[in-house]
């Protein structure tokens, strides 16, 4: 046990906020909105979602797609019309994210349109099957938690009216309470001027892209809202693609001369941009002032996260096809890419990869942030493992996850931990972006579908010998190593002679469900516990085709901790706030509010922490954003809790 | 179109040819073979069809005739076998792998001594991500050519990608056991001893393989992190280092394979001329790359990229006037191909028809807005020729487009300069020097503008004299030099000034420059007159009025 932390029963400051549904049901929304009661809708879908303990049979799928029966009829629409411009084939993602603040999420799905110049849709080689106009749509989650803990789950398209309307060809979504007001914000990434929608509070939103100068032209794709400066104020980093047109004539072909969609590498990459919040509801471009410019590629995913453990957020960038890039932050407002030496940059071999989507997460529960990105067809996957310090090893091969990524092109992606044994698993979002020979000889319209992969983590891999050094990226910065035992990042220190496991995983796609032998053209990726049952529940978004609401039906088998964690003066979601939860066996579960990640997709920002067989939580830290880190003692299982900044003890 | 033509071979044919066997002429069971369908060949390159359809009806003829009994005589199945193989290669280059496969499998059948088989789908398994089937065909190889030298490397590495190093090293350790080093055994024991975490051995390997190919840069990672993991983080940024920007078709670790070879080159299609001319231009064998770029312009005559890519060999080769005729085809072929306009452009600027270089950058930018180096060359070749306000507006471009170019800045400011904006121009070498603060030109520049403007309000030699000599400790240059003499007049120092001016003349004309250092001698002059310096930049200087740049790359 770390000697730093609290270890009095009595600490902290338990706020268990119980929902209106009944014991077991818990909504985590903030007092004032607890009242407000939603309407008990017919005809939904109900399933055995049950609190800890009332376990789902054996022989259930893990997963069931669950879209279409609760009423998420979205399917994306990419325009194509023959001319294989690469901009339809990229998007579109979706965001999971509770915009009237009523405790559940509600999911923003991003649309296309006619693509090229003069196309209207008659020209589109597969018609829309979206309800028309098309529009982004927003989805209220009308959630009805019934007395003996089952669910009914409903969403009703509420689009009409909200003020969401895409101003050009959507790719994806970043979710992040910009303004302080307590409600949450969307950003929408397009091919064109991206767009800034603020939550006005009552079911609507207004653009304000223009008045916070936040609406970069350039053809992005997925972005993070991250406090880089630590002040308490949402700053927004926007990864940007390619400088591409449909304007322009580029063709591509095979090696056999058949025409096919281009990469990366037949267009010029742009800068991502940074933007940094000016407190006053607009934001400043301090692309180049923070120096996030001087290196760039073409970015596709993006994750904030200390990777250094230094308690201020790095950025790490996903390139496709270039090296991708780890901004750690200088804490003056600048980043540094230390990529290359971090060895996050390239893959084992050498290699950039064409990576798409990446997220942060600690899976071998040695207390930081490791980090996993899909790549291309002929790649694998990459696993790349932090030592506590931001190096990395690229330990792909080793645990596993190399071999059955290479016959797939991942997107979306997250570390989740979706049968609550501990340990973090994956979810890998599939689809090809070069013609597949196998669909294209069977006449497929878009042949470019293939299976999506889960991967379950054993936690069982062999002890490693350790490399950390958590002194040399320091140096390599030319910065001073802060004395041991004084990180403000809380997490513990790694101690002499630590052993970090590096694991082992198991393609468990097989097992999974129904809804994984689906061969669809999949991009985005949002998770989080849609029906509030204790488990992380997956939106996945497809291009040319239907949004998939993958419930899951293996978490409840073990236990689980639900938090949110919110500061400020309108309790705000405090995404980069990391939480510590101390069992009393094993190590301490390390674990981030974020909402970035993946694949041009926004997840849930709470945090859901499974914990096996533990049936107590004897303590919880947080460490916020702003460094400061507080305790919670005794905190019940099996239920979301709301933490809030400055109701725990501090250190 | 031709879809699914099946051929279904074998099926049955075993058992009738067994029971026919005679006493004159022994027969051998007919072993059983996969069916084999030709892909969709609709779509692809007419030459292509044609290789298809000719190794397809090539294996049709040797096929044993159906239905007759008894049997006429057999082709040969080392005949068939080489059909089959033949087929295969195609198919596999052409990324029909299923089918690849099938012919493979199917041409090992009928000759199962010869290595080439399982070897071809060895490589097909990796292809298709099964690496556990593709060990298994090495090492089928192996039993039939132990001293395979291809096959000991290529197990090795898909030993390293199943995450079994330890069984990778016997095998490459037998590899470099059968002759001379080569770069990639050295490279595939270096990454096993790396995920072995045995960063000394690691690096021992890496070294040696570094000496052998020092062109092949995905060496430098692994290298790195086995310094990396030794603690030596300067050699780990150092290897680092030399990877930036060097990704290409040179920066891959080679060995000889011959029958990988030929399938990387047996289809006859612009795109595999068009990949071969990258190589060998990646190699400087611009001759080769020509012959190249013109197969695959013969196979399709429209090809703007082709044409592009062959107009810039031939500058490569010194024949500028060709290369331009290239260019004028390929903006025929493709008037909207902005790179075409823009290399025009370049080789215009280089041959000092300047304003038709503007006028083609322009062209490249009206077709592509977005197309950052020719506004940054654009607002270059404005600022040279004088039309200054033009330049500022052109360097404004790209910064929006890239807000940490430094050409962009460093252009900026000194348009400015030339416009007599001095305050202007300061207060833009200070904010670029606050986004570069490890650009030394910068610091550079303002300490001349500092030191030397004729504007008094501009001025400041102790501040000129603070930024030139902290860049004197790293930067021993002759402009440095003479930034030093120009700060220390300013101050008054003129003794000390005519020193450092005289350092940059000595300088210069040893490094054969007599010209440059002649024309320093002004300001020598002025020193010893003990007067200060009122021009920061000669006319002549190319920072103050730059020169073309170098010659784009080939595009992919």
């Known amino acids: 046990m770390n000697g730093r932390l609290c270890s009095s029963a009595t600490a902290g400051i338990l706020l268990v906020v119980l929902g209106s549904g009944g014991p077991g049901v818990i909504s985590g929304q903030p007092p004032g909105n607890a009242g407000a009661a939603k309407p008990w809708s017919h005809g939904g879908i109900r399933h055995a979602g049950t609190q800890s303990g009332r376990a789902s049979t054996a022989s259930e799928a893990w997963f069931t797609d669950r879209a279409k029966e609760a009423g998420l009829d979205f399917v994306h629409f990419n325009g194509m019309s023959g001319e294989l411009y690469i901009s339809e084939i990229m998007g579109a993602g979706g965001a999971l994210f509770d915009f009237d603040n009523d405790g559940d999420l509600d999911i923003y799905l991003v649309q296309g349109q006619t693509l090229g110049p003069g196309r209207i849709l008659d020209d589109a080689l597969v018609a829309p099957q979206a309800s028309l106009p098309l529009t982004d749509r927003l989805y209220r989650n009308d959630l009805v938690v019934h007395a003996d803990g089952t669910r009914t789950l409903r969403f009703t398209d509420v689009t009409k009216g909200s003020g969401l309307v895409g101003r050009s060809y959507g790719m994806g979504v970043a979710a992040g309470d910009f303004d302080n007001d307590g409600r949450v914000d969307l950003y929408r990434t397009a091919l064109g001027p991206n767009q800034l929608f603020r939550n006005n509070g009552d079911g609507t939103f207004t653009d304000v892209s223009d008045r916070t100068r936040t609406s970069d032209p350039r053809w992005s794709v997925s972005a993070s809202f991250v406090d880089i400066d630590r002040d308490g104020w949402l700053d927004l980093y926007v990864g940007n693609y390619l400088d591409h047109s449909v304007d322009e004539r580029i063709r591509c072909y095979t090696r056999t001369g058949k025409r096919d969609y281009c990469g990366p590498r037949s267009y010029t990459p742009v800068p991502d941009r940074l933007y940094r919040n000016r407190r006053d509801g607009t934001f400043v471009d301090a692309t180049a002032e923070a120096q996030v410019a001087r290196e760039y590629g073409p970015a596709l995913g993006v994750v904030a996260a200390d990777f250094n453990a230094d308690g201020w957020p790095d950025i790490y960038v996903a390139n496709d096809g270039e090296p991708n890039l780890l901004w750690i932050n200088q804490q003056n407002g600048r980043f540094r890419n230390t990529a290359l030496l971090a060895g996050a940059a390239l893959n084992g071999l050498g290699s950039a990869e064409g990576s798409m989507g990446v997220d942060a997460g600690d899976f071998d529960n040695d207390g930081d942030e490791d980090l996993f990105m899909t790549n291309l067809v002929g790649e694998t996957n990459t696993l790349y493992v932090n030592d506590g310090s931001g190096l990395f090893e690229d330990r792909t091969a080793r645990v596993g996850l190399g071999v059955p990524s290479l016959p797939y092109t991942g997107f979306g992606t997250a570390w989740f931990d979706f049968d609550n044994d501990g340990w973090l698993d994956l979810l890998v979002a599939n689809g090809a972006v070069r013609i597949l020979e196998t669909l294209s000889r069977a006449t497929d319209p878009f042949p470019l579908h293939e299976r999506n992969q889960l991967f379950r983590n054993l936690g069982t891999g062999p002890f490693a010998g350790s490399p950390a050094r958590p002194s040399t990226l320091r140096q390599a910065q030319g910065r001073p190593e802060p004395g041991r035992g004084t990180t403000s990042s809380g997490r513990p220190e790694p101690a002499e002679g630590r052993q970090p496991r590096w694991g082992a995983f198991e393609d468990v796609t097989a097992r999974a469900g129904a809804v994984f032998e689906l061969s669809e053209v999949s991009r985005g990726a949002a998770f989080g516990d849609v029906d509030n049952d204790g488990d992380v529940d997956v939106l996945v978004t497809n291009n040319n085709g239907p949004a998939r609401l993958l419930i899951n039906h293996v978490g409840q088998r073990n236990r689980w901790v639900g938090l949110r964690l919110v500061g400020g003066p309108e309790r705000r979601d405090m995404l980069g706030a990391r939480v510590g939860v101390f069992r009393n066996e094993g190590p301490p579960l390390w674990r981030r509010a974020r909402a970035d990640g993946s694949y041009a997709s926004a997840n849930d920002p709470r945090v859901l922490v499974g914990l096996g067989s533990a049936t107590t939580v004897p303590r919880i830290r947080v460490v916020w954003p702003s460094g400061r880190a507080e305790d919670w003692t005794d905190v019940a299982v099996g239920r979301w809790i709301t933490l809030t900044e400055g109701s725990g003890v501090g250190r | 179109m031709v879809a699914f033509v099946l051929l279904a071979l074998g099926h049955g044919r075993a058992a009738s040819v067994a029971t026919h066997s005679t006493a004159a002429q022994v027969i051998t069971a007919e072993p059983t073979l996969l069916p084999v369908a030709l892909p969709d060949l609709s779509g692809m390159h007419a030459s292509v069809r044609e290789q298809l359809r000719e190794a397809y009806a090539s294996l049709m003829t040797l096929q044993p005739e159906t239905g007759v009994e008894p049997p006429v005589s057999e082709p040969p199945r ?344 001095h305050a202007d121009a300061r207060e833009r070498f200070h904010g670029a020097m606050s986004v570069h603060p490890d650009q030394p030109a910068f610091p550079q520049a303002l300490a001349r503008l500092l030191a030397a403007s004729p504007d008094p309000q501009v001025r400041d030699g102790q501040r000129a004299l603070d930024l030139v000599q902290a860049l004197a400790k790293e930067q021993k240059t002759t402009s440095v030099a003479e930034t030093m003499a120009m700060a220390l007049a300013e101050v008054g120092r003129f003794a000390e000034a005519v020193e450092w001016q005289r350092l940059a003349m000595s300088v210069a004309v040893e490094a054969g420059h007599p010209a440059a250092a002649q024309r320093m001698a002004a300001n020598l002059a002025l020193y010893l007159r003990h007067e200060p310096c009122r021009t920061p930049w000669r006319d002549d200087d190319p920072e103050y009025r730059p020169g073309p740049e170098v010659e784009p790359g080939l595009l992919r």
Not at chain 2, 217 to 243: F, H
């Open chain 2, 78 to 421: 080392g005949d068939r076998s080489e059909a089959y193989g033949e087929l295969g290669k195609l198919l596999m280059a052409a990324k029909s792998l299923d089918v690849a496969e099938r012919c493979f499998r199917n041409a090992q059948t009928l000759a199962p001594d010869d290595f080439r088989w399982p070897y071809y789908l060895g490589h097909v398994f990796i292809s298709q991500g099964e690496l556990s089937r593709a060990v298994e065909r090495f090492e089928q190889v192996l039993r039939l050519r132990p001293t395979d030298f291809p096959t000991l490397v290529w197990l090795g590495h898909v030993h390293i990608e199943l995450g079994q190093p330890e069984a990778a090293e016997p095998v490459l350790t037998r590899a470099r056991a059968l002759g001379p080093d080569t770069a990639a055994v050295l490279y595939q024991l270096g990454r096993a001893s790396l995920a072995k975490r045995d960063y000394a051995a690691a690096v021992r390997h890496l070294e040696e393989a570094v000496r052998l190919n020092p062109a092949a840069v995905v060496i430098r990672n692994p290298l790195a992190m086995a310094y990396r993991g030794l603690g030596d983080l300067e050699k780990a940024q150092s290897n680092l280092d030399r990877t930036r920007g060097r990704a290409g078709p040179g920066a891959a670790v080679t060995m000889p394979d011959p029958l990988m070879a030929e399938v990387s080159t047996v289809l006859r299609s612009p795109e595999v001329h068009g990949e071969l001319g990258q190589q060998a231009s990646a190699r400087g064998d611009w001759p080769e790359a020509a012959r190249q770029f013109r197969r695959a312009i013969e196979l399709s005559p429209d090809n703007a990229i082709m044409r592009l890519n062959l107009a810039l060999t031939l500058n490569r080769m010194g024949e500028a006037r060709a290369a331009l005729t290239e260019l004028d085809a390929a903006i025929l072929a493709d008037p909207s191909l902005a790179s075409a306009y823009f290399v025009m452009g370049t080789l215009l600027e280089r041959s000092g028809r300047d304003q038709e270089a503007i006028d083609r950058y322009a062209a490249a930018i009206m077709r592509d807005p977005g197309f950052r180096v020719a506004h940054l060359r654009l607002a270059d070749a404005l600022r040279r020729i004088g039309r200054l306000e033009a330049s500022l507006s052109s360097y404004q471009q790209v910064l929006e487009l890239e807000p940490d170019s430094q050409e962009a800045r460093f252009g900026e400011a000194m348009a400015l300069v030339r416009l007599s904006r």
